[in-house]
């Protein structure tokens, strides 16, 4: 286990009522840091974490991300609520289906592109952009992008997921080189399948035999291996890692 003390820093984790989101909160809360937890939907879920989270000083808060002016208010009233902001971790995000087959109209199509592409690369983009200028302010600050092993080898049926999840990853690197000279560190982390209710139907049978195939391990990633991987990476210790992407699939795809 990672021993990083937090004490008297702040983080705020998108998407965090649940699944990586919710497990990187926990594990900052026991370090030391106060929280922001943001949810989209599923407010008491969002509660039930708030309720959990060790020390006091953590607050609750609601945006949709796909609108990025929804993204830059969030951040806005994060710091507000903690009092300024050391950390942001932008975890959350979606996966919809949608093919080329025909089976969408062009039009739904387009219309699901588009929402996938603004809550996993847009609205990431303007909370960063937000968060980088409270950041300034205090000569400090860590950006941690959750991206994806499909950003590398591609997303069939879900093209704008891989695509942004890219973005995400070239995101976090030219940041990383445009705010260093600030003391602002920016790291992306790219797992493959993740253990959550999300995905655990499709781990079931011999389908999810498959998956857990596509690495040597035999198995897929737990929240908590990715929520450690954000605690390190959030550490200063961590800061020469800056601009990196960190690889978290178990060897199921080298590049």
Same mark, same amino acid.
């Given at each position: 286990?990672?021993?990083?003390?937090?004490?008297?820093?702040?983080?705020?984790?998108?998407?965090?009522s649940?699944?990586?989101?919710?497990?990187t909160?926990?594990?900052?809360?026991?370090?030391?840091?106060?929280?922001?937890?943001?949810?989209?939907?599923?407010?008491?879920?969002?509660?039930?974490?708030l309720?959990?989270?060790?020390?006091?000083?953590?607050?609750?808060?609601q945006?949709?991300?796909?609108?990025? @002016?929804?993204a830059?208010? #969030?951040?806005? $009233?994060?710091?507000?609520?903690? =009092?300024?902001?050391? /950390?942001? +971790?932008?975890?959350?995000?979606?996966?919809?289906?949608?093919?080329?087959?025909?089976?969408?109209?062009?039009?739904?199509?387009?219309?699901?592109?588009?929402v996938?592409?603004?809550?996993?690369?847009?609205?990431?983009?303007?909370?960063?952009?937000?968060?980088?200028?409270?950041?300034?302010?205090?000569?400090?600050g860590?950006?941690?992008?959750?991206?994806?092993?499909?950003?590398?080898?591609g997303?069939?049926?879900?093209?704008?997921y891989?695509?942004a999840? @890219?973005?995400?990853?070239? #995101?976090?690197? $030219?940041?990383?080189?445009?705010? =260093?000279?600030?003391? /602002?560190? +920016?790291?992306?982390?790219?797992p493959?399948?993740?253990?959550?209710?999300?995905?655990?139907?499709?781990?079931?049978?011999?389908?999810?035999?498959?998956?857990?195939?596509?690495?040597?391990?035999?198995?897929?990633?737990?929240?908590?291996?990715?929520?450690?991987?954000?605690?390190?990476?959030?550490?200063?210790?961590?800061?020469?890692?800056?601009?990196?992407?960190?690889?978290?699939?178990?060897?199921?795809?080298?590049?």
């Amino acid at each position: 286990m990672i021993t990083v003390d937090f004490s008297g820093r702040t983080a705020l984790v998108t998407g965090s009522s649940r699944g990586v989101g919710k497990a990187t909160a926990l594990l900052l809360a026991r370090a030391g840091a106060r929280v922001c937890v943001h949810y989209r939907q599923g407010a008491e879920d969002a509660k039930d974490v708030l309720a959990a989270l060790p020390g006091a000083g953590h607050c609750l808060l609601q945006a949709d991300v796909s609108d990025p @002016a929804a993204a830059r208010r #969030l951040v806005d $009233s994060a710091v507000t609520k903690l =009092g300024h902001l050391d /950390i942001l +971790v932008n975890n959350a995000g979606i996966f919809r289906p949608h093919p080329v087959d025909g089976t969408l109209t062009f039009e739904e199509w387009l219309a699901t592109f588009q929402v996938t592409l603004n809550t996993n690369l847009v609205g990431p983009a303007a909370a960063a952009y937000q968060a980088i200028q409270h950041m300034r302010g205090r000569g400090r600050g860590t950006i941690i992008n959750i991206g994806s092993r499909g950003a590398y080898r591609g997303e069939a049926g879900q093209i704008g997921y891989g695509a942004a999840k @890219a973005g995400l990853h070239s #995101l976090s690197q $030219s940041l990383a080189q445009e705010v =260093g000279k600030d003391n /602002i560190t +920016v790291h992306a982390i790219a797992p493959g399948f993740i253990e959550t209710a999300m995905v655990r139907p499709h781990l079931q049978g011999t389908a999810g035999d498959a998956v857990r195939a596509q690495s040597p391990l035999n198995r897929v990633a737990t929240v908590e291996e990715v929520a450690r991987a954000v605690l390190y990476l959030a550490s200063p210790e961590a800061a020469f890692t800056t601009g990196s992407v960190l690889d978290l699939n178990g060897a199921s795809y080298l590049h």
